[in-house]
């Protein structure tokens, strides 16, 4: 299967609401990393995670090597949240893979 | 599914040469990106690259990088001379057009390794 496993790939939510995206790993990966895509197609770093969790405004992101799946979680969704999100996975290998993506849509 | 192609895997080359990192794009992708990431650090933002131009790049595309895809083939980036520091793994992204809901396609990266 996939090495990087990216859910949902669509989700939409009204203004406000919370929700959450996750990424499944099928082997050990030693950091992940979220990005936003802007409307201009460029990656916005959000998170870089080794372990643990982090926060910053809204977002929070948690990574769970052990475990295999890392979260980003957003509340209070606004209308600028829309937008592509990817998470990226780097094994011990060195090697980095891509989630598929999640094409979030906020409505008010 | 699409694929974006990085050839080579892995590049290893003395400091002060050129280098030409190759992607290639999937068919009908019309954006093109480079991004760097150096090992154990996030992954940056380097370029993208539509219709022959740089639309917009970061502080760390120095002057000594240089970007194009000549007649719809590879799109490249050439680094010269190459530093110690551009040692990192570069990757190539393409989507079919510009904007926040269209997916971008990632290479697997190509090492480099500059002594």
């Known amino acids: 299967g996939m090495p990087v496993e990216q859910n949902p790939p669509a989700l939409s939510l009204y203004e406000g609401a919370d929700s959450g995206l996750r990424c499944n790993f099928s082997?050990?990966?030693?950091?992940v990393q979220w990005f936003q895509q802007n409307h201009r197609g460029r990656l916005i770093t959000l998170f870089y995670?080794?372990?643990g969790t982090k926060e910053n405004g809204r977002l929070k992101s948690t990574f769970n090597s052990k475990e295999r799946y890392s979260t980003l979680h957003i509340k209070d969704a606004q209308l600028e949240d829309s937008g592509t999100y990817f998470c990226?996975?780097?094994?011990?290998?060195?090697?980095?893979?891509f989630g598929t993506g999640t094409r979030l849509q906020v409505s008010p | 599914g699409p694929k974006v192609l990085q050839i080579p895997s892995h590049q290893i080359i003395d400091m002060g040469q050129m280098v030409t990192l190759n992607c290639d794009p999937v068919?009908?992708?019309?954006?093109f990106y480079w991004y760097k990431q150096i090992l154990g650090q996030q992954m940056e933002f380097l370029v993208n690259?539509?219709?022959?131009?740089?639309?917009?790049k970061s502080k760390l595309f120095k002057d000594q990088f240089s970007v194009e895809r000549p007649d719809g083939s590879y799109f490249t980036l050439k680094i010269q001379p190459t530093a110690l520091e551009d040692s990192a793994v570069y990757f190539c992204?393409?989507?079919?057009?510009?904007?926040?809901?269209?997916?971008?396609?990632f290479g697997a990266g190509t090492r480099l390794s500059v002594l």
């Open positions: 690259f539509y219709n022959g131009k740089v639309m917009e």
């Open positions: 990226a996975a780097e094994a011990n290998t060195d090697k980095v893979v």
């Open positions: 992204a393409s989507s079919p057009d510009r904007g926040g809901q269209n997916t971008l396609y």
């Open positions: 082997t050990t990966m030693k950091s």
């Open positions: 068919s009908n992708h019309l954006y």
């Open positions: 995670l080794a372990q």
